[in-house]
Structures are given as C-alpha cells and as structure tokens.
Nanobody
Framework: QVQLVESGGGLVQAGGSLRLTCSVS????????MGWYRQAPGKERDLVAL??????FTNYGDSVKDRFTISRDNANLYLQMNKLKPEDTAVYYC??????????WGQGTQVTVSS
C-alpha cells in the first residue's frame, strides 16, 4: 500500500506562485508513476501533471504547460506552480499507481487564486 499526504495549498493572488508537496510512504518501490490532478467545483477531476519514478517521463495538462513543473525525490512529489490564474483554483490531489494497477489518492489540498 501507499499513503499520500498533500500540503502547500493556500490563497495566492493571480500571477503568484505556490509549491505543493505530496509526502509518500509505504511500498514506494512498487509505485510505477505519480502525478497531480485537480478538481474545481462542479467540474470533473482533470490531469495536471504526471511523472515516472525515474523522472525520465513527464506529461502536463494543456492548461498548465510552461507554468507548472512536476518533480520528485525519494519521499516526496512536488508541483511548482507559477503565473497562477484564477482558473487554477481547485482542490489538488496527489496520485500514484502501484504495481501497474492500484490507484491511490491523497486527501487533497485547496488552492485558491484571487483576481
């Protein structure tokens, strides 16, 4: 099993930056890839970014390319968010795929961008 705990959300003005952290524990060696998703009120949960465990592969949602950067180290997953926009307001969830099939989610952290 894998446990995911997000932190770093908050309120920021448009144009500002935030860094989200996902602390990872459990069977980390069996995790295939990790990522961030977000869900705004009344909308579906959308992909923000994915990263392979070797960090050789990354993928970003179209709306965050060139503004957000995903990275990781042995125990944490990060999301650096720059040039934030009001439409980035959402609950951000950490995500992991374990042993090629089991999905794990964190509890989410709220990001609010004011105009």
């Amino acid at each position: 099993q894998v446990q995911l705990v997000e932190s770093g959300g908050g309120l920021v003005q448009a144009g500002g930056s935030l860094r989200l952290t996902c602390s990872v524990s459990g069977s980390i060696n069996s995790v295939d890839f990790m990522g961030w998703y977000r869900q705004a009120p009344g909308k579906e949960r959308d992909l923000v970014a994915l990263i392979s465990m070797t960090a050789s592969f990354t993928n970003y949602g179209d709306s965050v390319k060139d503004r957000f950067t995903i990275s990781r180290d042995n125990a944490n997953l990060y999301l650096q968010m720059n040039k934030l926009k009001p439409e980035d307001t959402a609950v951000y969830y950490c995500y992991a795929v374990h042993n090629g099939r089991t999905e794990y989610w964190g509890q989410g952290t709220q990001v609010t961008v004011s105009s």
